[in-house]
Structures are given as C-alpha cells and as structure tokens.
Nanobody, 123 residues
C-alpha cells in the first residue's frame, strides 16, 4: 500500500488543522492505520490509531480530547482532526499502515509509511 499524507501547515495556538492520509494499492480496509509524529531532536511518537473498520481507536494522552482519528474505507482515506493545537504539537506527522489485526501503538508494528506532513503551531 502507498500512503500520502497532506494537510499540514502553519497555525496559531488554539487553532485547528485536518490531516488526511490517502492510500492506494492493496485493500485499505485490510490495514490498521495510525498517525505518528516526530519533533526536531525527538523520537517518533504515537499519536493515534484506528482499527480496520474504524470500530476501535486510540489516541495518545498528550492529544486526548483534542485530536480525533477517523477513516473512510469507501474512499481509502484516514483523517486526523486536530483542535486546540499547542506549540508542542509542532512536528512532522506521518501516517502508517499495519498488517496486524490488533490496533498497535508502537511504530515497529507498522509496515508502510507515508512521507510526512509538517505541522507548525506558533505561540
């Protein structure tokens, strides 16, 4: 599967952004999908993940209540709605696909990665 993330940009603190991940190739609904982010000088960290049909989703404690993950298997797309953004949310955001049946929250469980989209939150 090929993944293409988009929707990043520059936003003021308190603002919102909507990231999209478009998938092509093998059946999108076969994959657990996730978002990860990497800030300058820091390791890649888990943001959110969603099960194959969207019935189960997890978000990191740092974004809980502010970020919402969703997917639409009919159009092979995953969305990360980010509200109440903070400067510490500044990072490159990556979408990823996992062949595992369980919803994974560690990067090593993901097999395919998109190229990343930069989110910058100014204070």
């Amino acid at each position: 599967v090929q993944l293409q993330a988009s929707g990043g940009g520059l936003v003021q603190a308190g603002g919102s952004l909507r990231l999209s991940c478009a998938a092509s190739g093998r059946t999108f609904s076969s994959y657990v999908m996730g978002w990860f982010r990497q800030a300058p000088g820091k390791e890649r960290e888990f943001v959110a993940a969603i099960s194959r049909i969207g019935g189960t989703a997890y978000t990191a404690d740092s974004v809980k209540g502010r970020f919402t993950i969703s997917r639409d298997n009919a159009v092979n797309t995953m969305i990360l709605q980010m509200n109440s953004l903070k400067p510490e949310d500044t990072a490159i955001y990556y979408c990823a696909a996992s062949s595992d049946s369980a919803v994974a929250r560690t990067a090593r469980r993901y097999d395919y990665w998109g190229q990343g989209t930069l989110v910058t939150v100014s204070s």
